[in-house]
Nanobody, 120 residues
Framework: QVQLVESGGGLVQAGGSLRLSCAAS????????MAWYRQAPGKQRELVVV???????NYADSVKGRFIISRDNAENTVYLQMNSLKPEDTAVYYC??????????????WGQGTLGTVSS
């Protein structure tokens, strides 16, 4: 199987920054798209940004110009640099990946989530 482990959440004041990391491990042949989602209290989970294995990105309008996604394919790790944070960015952030296993099966895998809290 494949697992995702996230880290980097925490509490920050408005205007500050947080950096999230998500590392994939397990029976991995390759990692295809990787993405960050978030779920704010009382709201549905929403896509924040996705990055392809080739580095193409697609950001939600709400985070464009403030958040930056990057990935290290050699380490099967994706990062999310969140700048100019606003209280409305407060959410549990989830990493998601589409992996090809060593048996050439496709799996959609989710991390456990990490809480980012932005105080006003």
């Amino acid at each position: 199987q494949v697992q995702l482990v996230e880290s980097g959440g925490g509490l920050v004041q408005a205007g500050g920054s947080l950096r999230l990391s998500c590392a994939a491990s397990g029976n991995i042949f390759s990692i295809n798209d990787m993405a960050w989602y978030r779920q704010a209290p009382g709201k549905q989970r929403e896509l924040v940004v996705v990055i392809s294995s080739g580095g193409s990105t697609n950001y939600a309008d709400s985070v464009k110009g403030r958040f930056i996604i990057s990935r290290d394919n050699a380490e099967n790790t994706v990062y999310l640099q969140m700048n100019s944070l606003k209280p409305e960015d407060t959410a549990v952030y989830y990493c998601e990946a589409v992996a090809t296993t060593l048996r050439r099966r496709y799996l959609e895998v989710w991390g456990q989530g990490t809480l980012g809290t932005v105080s006003s």
